[in-house]
Nanobody, 127 residues
């Protein structure tokens, strides 16, 4: 079983930055998809950023392109989401998740594919 633990959330003003971390309890494999999702109050959870750990391929929601960067540190079994230029609409609970079956190609965005989830970290951006 894999446990994911997010950290790094907090409250910032618009234009500020945060770096979220997602630490895995153990090595998963050398190829899998890892995604960051978020859920704003009263809204459905949505995909934000994805990375295929095998080839480093990334994918982003249009709303965060150019502001957010997903990355990995394989030695630490940890992934990151660097968030710059934060906006009030970025407010929400952020979750990391792993699709261990997706070993090649761009990550898929369907949440049902992600079999391991963290408990989330809150991000609040004030105007």
């Amino acid at each position: 079983q894999v446990q994911l633990v997010e950290s790094g959330g907090g409250s910032v003003q618009a234009g500020g930055s945060l770096r979220l971390s997602c630490a895995s309890s153990r090595y998963i494999s050398n190829r899998y998809c890892m995604g960051w999702f978020r859920q704003a109050p009263g809204k459905e959870r949505e995909g934000v950023a994805f990375i295929n750990t095998g080839d480093g391929g990334t994918d982003y929601a249009d709303s965060v392109k150019g502001r957010f960067t997903i990355s990995q540190d394989n030695a630490k079994n940890t992934h990151y989401l660097q968030m710059n230029g934060l906006k009030p609409e970025d407010t929400g609970m952020y979750y990391c998740a792993v699709d261990a079956r997706r070993t090649y190609g761009l990550c898929l965005w369907s949440q049902s594919r992600y079999n391991y989830w963290g408990q989330g970290t809150q991000v609040t951006v004030s105007s």
